[in-house]
Nanobody, 128 residues
Framework: QVQLVESGGGSVRSGGSLRLSCAVS???????????VGWFRQAPGKQREAVAT???????DYRDAVKGRFTLSYDSAKNTVGLQMNSLQPEDAAMYFC???????????????????WGQGTQVTVSS
C-alpha cells in the first residue's frame, strides 16, 4: 500500500527558508524504475499546481516560479523526498502536498492529474 507522509511545514517571514520532507512507503524510486514523486501546492481559491518532480532516474523538474529558490532531493536510504525552499515569498504560501505516480510510465510531468497517490499536506505560511 502506497503512503506518503509530509512534514516540515510552518510559518516564516518573506525571504526565509523551510524544508519539507515526504516519507514514501509502498514503493521505492530506487527500485521501481518508472515511478515519480512530486511536490504540489494549493493556495485558497486556486488550483493545485506542481512545484517539482523527481523520477527514478534522478531527473528533477521545477515550475519556473521556483527555479533557483527550491531544491528537490531524494534520500534513497530513507526513501524520502525533500524540498528545500529558500527565499520564500508570500505567493509561495499554500498547502503543500507530496504525490506519487506509481507504477508510472517513466515520464514524470508537472501535472497533478497524472499522480495516483497523495499525502495529507503540510501548511506553509509566508508573511511579508
Amino acid at each position: 500500500q502506497v503512503q506518503l507522509v509530509e512534514s516540515g511545514g510552518g510559518s516564516v517571514r518573506s525571504g526565509g527558508s523551510l524544508r519539507l520532507s515526504c516519507a514514501v512507503s509502498g514503493f521505492s524510486l530506487l527500485v521501481n524504475r518508472n515511478s515519480c514523486v512530486g511536490w504540489f501546492r494549493q493556495a485558497p481559491g486556486k488550483q493545485r499546481e506542481a512545484v517539482a518532480t523527481i523520477g527514478s532516474d534522478g531527473k528533477v523538474d521545477y515550475r519556473d516560479a521556483v527555479k533557483g529558490r527550491f531544491t528537490l532531493s531524494y534520500d534513497s536510504a530513507k526513501n524520502t523526498v525533500g524540498l528545500q525552499m529558500n527565499s520564500l515569498q508570500p505567493e509561495d504560501a499554500a498547502m503543500y502536498f507530496c504525490a506519487a505516480e506509481y507504477p508510472g510510465t517513466g515520464y514524470c510531468v508537472l501535472i497533478a492529474s497524472y499522480y495516483d497517490y497523495w499525502g495529507q499536506g503540510t501548511q506553509v505560511t509566508v508573511s511579508s
